[in-house]
């Protein structure tokens, strides 16, 4: 290895090189099984059952998690990877502070995803969902439920995700059933329950009603219409035209003389019409036409003469879709008072059964001049609004007419349109709106009601899971009230108490706390009950005469113990009398709704964290996707607070939603997507680990090839700082280890100061959950502190000092907290790889897991040391840059040899090298360093020095190391003491006793 001549010895043998046979690549697909395999043999419940059993046996504080249950249907997807590995972090990061960490995985069973399933595959065997017994469709549903709570279990599990997976809790368990028709029971006998009709989203396909977590808004183009309503009649003493003096003779509209024009993009709304909307701060006026536009392809609806009332706001945009050239405001109007007639009263005449009846005008908040005509069509049975206006106005419940049957048609008792579809529910149009609109609009055209129609684009409700249109529809439902003192709540009303549960509770990020309590304090009351055949039922019966639910002690002990046995089958299985007891079964109706499937998950707390000695509510935390704001966290929190007072949790913690590269949502039709199933097969779910470690998850995330490359990177540099740890401590016992702090050297007291830091750090981010705050500065600790620095520096007294040096020693010392250290910190994130590192090292003693993040001394902190190489490595920096250029002309080769001086006209620069080995820091032969005035700094520097252009206090004069020395054929370096020890003439004196120190073991071997 000399320069010109071989050495009489191979010094090769002698170097005391890293040795570990942790291999450089990962092979993670096919590891991962191989530990994952290995983490089930610890307990009858796998790794997890054995760490919790170590952290009770430690008597470690509880800490628990409860899962917010994905749904039994289909394959899981990335966002099902993100949700439960973030868990998982949380678990294991739990554990590792020293916590007994409660998680038991759910699913959430019920509800129409599955049913729709269902309903397919027996339309695929030619049998409709009607045809099928009741019975045999929910085994179905069950059967298919199960068998993806399994699948969907083995693929969490290959995610690495710790958990009670032995105890796994599920809504269509009998158990889970019965608790939730217990919780039912709780609202139900406080008094908060009612059944009320009211206009609620209705799916015709699915024949249900659907809340608002089950609605998403899709642009749809509709048809618009402007119809006029004949002004029928006034009341005299409300009715008047604003500007008249006191005295005047009021001027007043003969019958029939004038319309008032409304605008609607649901045509078919129109036979359930009762009032026209105005509203109190818009001004109106009556219009009078005179002339129409000329020249046109079709003969317009209105005509000279035509007296039409609109806002005067919207006159010009009447004008307009109406053709209307020219009209003049002949009054102002005040529509308080104000009578019309049905615009379809010529054809069904009678007031009772037909379109006779008055269409009074009605005041309402919700109307503004920003669109249409000023005045909203009021149809009470299928708008939310409209019912409000109804009621408000003094008009019962019964008066609400029923048009609309729950397959999207009209019912037979309405003229003129019976039977008509307004959704299509069957075939390749099913989803889409029927012929309604049309036939209503033609009928409009044959009444001469009919101003204009036009279209519209606008979002349009549909629902999330069928993808087909709802509409509104007036129907019996069950509600509990969100503005109902109760007793149980110390007087207060659900929505109140559920705004302090939210005050009392910690959010992550905190804006969830501000959607969340919008959501709440302006929500409608809880609509629980849903007409479908798979789910929880409203196990409860009805008195039929009073319509009052019976709410017997007896008999609801009665329906739990059943429930329990058989499941909530046997509520639509079993005879009434089962349940009733004394009770006459003719007297009551047995209610057939099943709950709401928010409601269902709602109850989770109660029947998997109440009454277990393991486990406490409320949870120390729920995390899901930002959408259960208005899902599960919501539905949890009215359950919990309705019938406990509380919220069910301490904490939330919500993550965004995951995009393609280009900050796309994923879509199978755009090709787009990124299946984790893939990414374990070919990368490994470690690689699935560090993306959702080092995303910011608070925020919608992305993820694609490109990204996962940069991850596998980021990977690597991981795995080769954990590879060369383990080579490097291969062989260091206790006997070894450097005990006394005094006598580290500066270099190891930075490293153990960086590592006192990085313990508060991590510690920190771990209890607030930022996995990226944890990841981050390990791998830059990784990369810059540990390879560019303290692995860079010290290689050379790993590999060439005698193992007794105390600079060696200490090394390995630190190195060895290092390896401590980092694999405990990193194990929640990248559990795989440190697992294996950490048993390649000490394969008998246990899972890397078991292990708690161990105490730093606080003696390490170290600010000091952490200035002064900081100082350091600003010269480094510049050194480096210099030797660089000097290699790049080709004056040098390798930077040992180089022989360097250093000039420095910053004391405080000069200063940090006291103590500091320069050319072992500098990776060179021989390094001088000299303190320069800072006055005279310029002049001082020799000729030939050189600085960057950066930092021009530090000069560097490069100059051959051979022209001073003998390069040493152990160690490389050129130096002048090399030859000096007549035992090895062609080695440094530090290298010769390294030598002689070995040669004497192979000895006595």
Same mark, same amino acid.
């Given at each position: 290895?000399?320069?010109?001549?071989?050495?009489?010895?191979?010094?090769?043998?002698?170097?005391?090189?890293?040795?570990?046979?942790?291999?450089?690549?990962?092979?993670?697909?096919?590891?991962?099984?191989?530990?994952?395999?290995?983490?089930? #043999?610890?307990?009858?419940?796998?790794?997890?059952?054995?760490?919790?059993?170590?952290?009770?046996?430690?008597?470690?504080?509880l800490f628990v998690l409860h899962d917010g249950p994905p749904y039994a249907n289909g394959a899981i997807h990335i966002?099902?990877?993100? +949700?439960?590995?973030?868990?998982? /972090?949380?678990?294991?990061?739990?554990?590792?502070?020293?916590?007994?960490?409660?998680?038991? =995985?759910?699913?959430?069973?019920?509800?129409?995803?599955?049913?729709?399933?269902? *309903?397919?595959? $027996?339309? #695929?065997?030619?049998?409709?969902?009607?045809?099928?017994?009741?019975?045999?469709?929910?085994?179905?549903?069950?059967?298919?439920? %199960?068998?993806?709570?399994?699948?969907?279990?083995?693929?969490?599990?290959?995610?690495?995700?710790l958990g009670d997976w032995w105890n796994r809790y599920a809504t269509m368990d009998y158990t889970s059933?019965?608790?939730?028709?217990?919780?039912?029971?709780? $609202?139900?006998?406080?008094?908060?329950?009612?059944?009320?009709?009211?206009?609620?989203?209705?799916?015709?396909?699915?024949?249900?009603?659907?809340?608002? %977590?089950?609605?998403?808004?899709?642009?749809?183009?509709?048809?618009?219409?402007?119809?006029?309503?004949?002004?029928?009649?006034?009341?005299?003493?409300?009715?008047?035209?604003?500007?008249?003096?006191?005295?005047?003779?009021?001027?007043?509209?003969?019958?029939?003389?004038?319309?008032?024009?409304?605008?609607?993009? @649901?045509?078919?709304?129109?036979?359930?019409?009762?009032?026209?909307? /105005?509203?109190?701060?818009?001004?109106?006026?009556?219009?009078?036409?005179?002339?129409? *536009? &000329?020249?046109?392809?079709?003969?317009?609806?209105?005509?000279p003469g035509d007296r039409l009332i609109v806002a005067d706001k919207l006159a010009d945009d009447v004008a307009k879709a109406a053709k209307i050239a020219k009209w003049r405001r002949a009054e102002p109007v005040d529509p308080t008072g104000l009578v019309c007639a049905h615009p379809l009263a010529q054809f069904a005449p009678d007031p009772v059964g037909g379109y006779g009846y008055d269409v009074p005008l009605l005041p309402g908040e919700h109307v503004t001049d920003d669109a249409g005509t000023g005045f909203v069509h009021t149809a009470p049975g299928h708008g939310a609004d409209d019912y409000l206006v109804w009621l408000k106005s003094g008009h019962s419940l019964d008066s609400i007419p029923d048009t609309v049957d729950p397959d999207g048609a009209y019912f037979p008792s309405v003229p003129l349109f019976a039977g008509l579809k307004v959704i299509e529910t069957e075939g390749k149009k099913a989803g889409k709106f029927g012929p309604a609109n049309g036939a209503v609009m033609d009928k409009l055209i044959?009444?001469?009601?009919?101003?204009?129609?036009?279209?519209?684009?606008?979002?349009?409700?549909?629902?999330?899971?069928?993808?087909?249109?709802?509409?509104?529809? +007036? @129907? =019996?439902?069950? /509600?509990?009230?969100?503005?109902? #003192?109760?007793?149980?709540?110390?007087?207060?009303?659900?929505?109140?108490?559920?705004?302090?549960?939210?005050?009392?509770?910690?959010?992550?990020?905190? &804006?969830?706390?501000?959607?969340?309590?919008?959501?709440?304090?302006?929500?409608?009351?809880?609509?629980?009950?849903?007409?479908?055949?798979?789910g929880t039922p409203l196990a409860m019966f009805v008195d039929k005469e009073t319509g009052v639910p019976l709410m017997d002690p007896d008999v609801n002990a009665r329906i739990l113990a059943i429930i329990r046995e058989g499941g909530s089958d046997a509520w639509f299985e079993r005879p009434d009398a089962d349940f009733l007891g004394n009770h006459d079964p003719a007297r009551y109706e047995k209610v057939v709704d099943i709950l709401d499937v928010w409601f269902d998950s709602g109850c989770t707390h109660a029947f998997t964290l109440e009454g277990r000695d393991d486990s406490r509510t409320p949870a120390d935390l729920y995390l899901e996707g930002s959408d259960q704001h208005r899902g599960w966290f919501q539905s949890s929190l009215l359950e919990s607070c309705g019938t406990r007072g509380h919220a069910p949790y301490k904490a939330v913690l919500t993550h965004g939603f995951t995009q393609d590269e280009n900050g796309e949502k994923m879509s199978k039709s755009k090709g787009n997507t990124v299946e984790p199933q893939t990414i374990t097969k070919e990368s490994g779910a470690e690689i699935l680990r560090l993306w959702a470690a080092m995303v910011d998850y608070s925020e919608d995330q992305r993820i694609g090839k490109t990204i996962l490359a940069t991850t596998t990177d980021a990977y690597r540099k991981l795995r080769n700082t954990t590879r060369y740890l383990l080579g490097a401590l291969a062989g260091f016992d206790e006997a070894e280890r450097v005990t006394d702090y005094a006598d580290f050297p500066p270099l190891e007291k930075y490293i153990l100061h960086r590592l006192w830091e990085l313990d508060g750090q991590v510690r920190a981010a771990y209890e607030a959950f930022r996995f990226s705050d944890v990841i981050r500065p390990l791998i830059d600790f990784c990369q810059g502190d540990l390879s560019s620095l303290f692995f860079d520096i010290r290689k050379d007294s790993l590999y060439c000092d005698v193992p007794t040096a105390l600079r060696r020693r200490a090394y390995r010392t630190v190195l060895d907290y290092v390896f401590e250290r980092l694999t405990v910190w990193l194990s929640p994130l990248t559990s795989f790889t440190m697992e294996e590192a950490w048993t390649t090292r000490f394969p008998d003693a246990g899972s890397n897991v078991l292990?708690?993040?161990?105490?730093?001394?606080?003696?390490?902190?170290?600010?000091?040391?952490?200035?002064?190489?900081?100082?350091?490595?600003?010269?480094?920096?510049v050194v480096n840059g210099i030797l660089e250029e000097e290699r790049r002309d080709k004056k040098i080769g390798s930077s040992l040899e180089a022989s360097i001086e250093i000039f420095i006209a910053d004391p405080e620069l000069f200063e940090a090298f006291s103590g500091v080995e320069a050319a072992e820091t500098f990776i060179t032969s021989i390094a001088v360093i000299t303190p320069v005035k800072h006055t005279d700094f310029k002049a001082a520097f020799p000729e030939g020095a050189r600085t960057l252009p950066d930092q021009k206090l530090v000069g560097v004069l490069v100059k051959l190391a051979s022209d001073e020395g003998a390069k040493c054929a152990r160690s490389w370096r050129i130096l002048p003491e090399v030859g000096s020890d007549p035992r090895y003439p062609e080695l440094s004196l530090r290298d010769a006793e390294a030598v002689a120190w070995w040669d004497e073991r192979q000895t006595t071997a």
């Open positions: 290895m000399a320069d010109d001549a071989t050495p009489a010895r191979d010094y090769r043998e002698t170097v005391f090189l890293p040795d570990t046979s942790f291999p450089m690549r990962g092979g993670l697909p096919k590891k991962e099984p191989e530990i994952l395999e290995g983490w089930a #043999a610890l307990s009858d419940k796998g790794l997890y059952g054995a760490v919790r059993a170590k952290r009770q046996a430690d008597g470690a504080p966002g099902h990877a993100l +949700n439960k590995t973030l868990k998982d /972090f949380v678990v294991r990061s739990r554990f590792a502070l020293g916590y007994d960490v409660d998680y038991v =995985p759910g699913w959430d069973c019920h509800g129409l995803p599955i049913e729709w399933k269902i *309903e397919e595959e $027996f339309r #695929a065997k030619g049998r409709r969902k009607d045809e099928v017994p009741a019975a045999e469709f929910r085994e179905r549903c069950r059967e298919y439920a %199960a068998g993806w709570i399994e699948a969907q279990k083995v693929e969490f599990q290959r995610l690495g995700v059933e019965a608790t939730i028709v217990a919780e039912f029971h709780r $609202f139900a006998t406080s008094g908060q329950l009612y059944r009320g009709s009211k206009p609620v989203m209705w799916s015709p396909v699915e024949r249900t009603a659907l809340a608002d %977590a089950e609605i998403e808004y899709h642009d749809h183009t509709s048809p618009t219409v402007w119809v006029k309503f004949p002004v029928k009649a006034y009341d005299e003493d409300r009715y008047a035209l604003s500007g008249a003096e006191a005295g005047d003779n009021v001027f007043r509209l003969p019958p029939n003389d004038a319309s008032v024009v409304i605008w609607t993009t @649901t045509p078919w709304t129109l036979p359930a019409n009762r009032a026209i909307s /105005f509203g109190p701060k818009v001004e109106y006026g009556l219009y009078e036409v005179e002339e129409m *536009e &000329a020249d046109l392809a079709f003969a317009p609806w209105a005509a044959e009444a001469g009601a009919l101003l204009a129609r036009g279209r519209v684009e606008h979002s349009y409700p549909h629902s999330w899971r069928s993808k087909a249109q709802v509409i509104f529809r +007036n @129907t =019996p439902q069950w /509600f509990i009230r969100m503005d109902h #003192a109760v007793d149980q709540l110390g007087g207060k009303t659900l929505r109140e108490t559920a705004v302090q549960a939210i005050a009392d509770t910690a959010f992550h990020p905190e &804006a969830g706390r501000n959607r969340i309590g919008a959501m709440v304090e302006t929500r409608p009351d809880w609509l629980v009950s849903r007409q479908r055949a798979w292990r708690v993040i161990p105490e730093t001394p606080a003696d390490w902190e170290n600010p000091a040391e952490q200035l002064r190489w900081d100082r350091v490595q600003e010269v480094r920096r």
